[in-house]
């Protein structure tokens, strides 16, 4: 089993940044992926961010490319997100994912079904 606490929402203004944190508990965290997705009223889950098992390979949805930055620290069993210059189409509830399916693996998967433990998400909202 796999426990992820989401931490960090809150409401931002625009241009503004916010460093989301999920604290990881259960099996080792240093062997799986983890990624980012974020769900806004009304419509699907989408990938956001991912990261490798080491830290050493990430990969963004490629409209947040540049402002969105992921990070790991496995000693800490956390993982980060680091959002920019954020904009009002931000806001959403945001989710972290392990990917426990496999061990080390190279790239992080971009596809909620590639992943097998889900944190119950915090709210950021960005306004105008």
């Known amino acids: 089993q796999v426990q992820l606490v989401e931490s960090g929402g809150g409401l931002m203004q625009a241009g503004g940044s916010l460093r989301l944190s999920c604290a990881a508990s259960?099996?080792?965290?240093?062997?799986?992926?983890m990624g980012w997705f974020r769900q806004a009223p009304g419509k699907e889950r989408e990938f956001v961010a991912g990261?490798?098992?080491?830290?050493?390979?990430?990969n963004y949805a490629d409209s947040l490319k540049g402002r969105f930055t992921i990070s790991r620290d496995n000693g800490q069993n956390t993982v980060y997100l680091q959002m920019n210059s954020l904009k009002p189409e931000d806001t959403a509830v945001y989710y972290c994912?392990?990917?426990?399916?496999?061990?080390?693996?190279?790239?992080?998967?971009?596809?909620?079904?590639?992943?097998?433990?889900w944190g119950q998400g915090t709210q950021v909202t960005v306004s105008s």
């Open positions: 259960g099996r080792t965290f240093a062997s799986y992926a």
């Open positions: 990261i490798n098992w080491s830290g050493g390979g990430t």
């Open positions: 994912a392990a990917d426990t399916y496999w061990r080390k693996r190279a790239v992080a998967p971009t596809s909620i079904d590639e992943y097998d433990y």
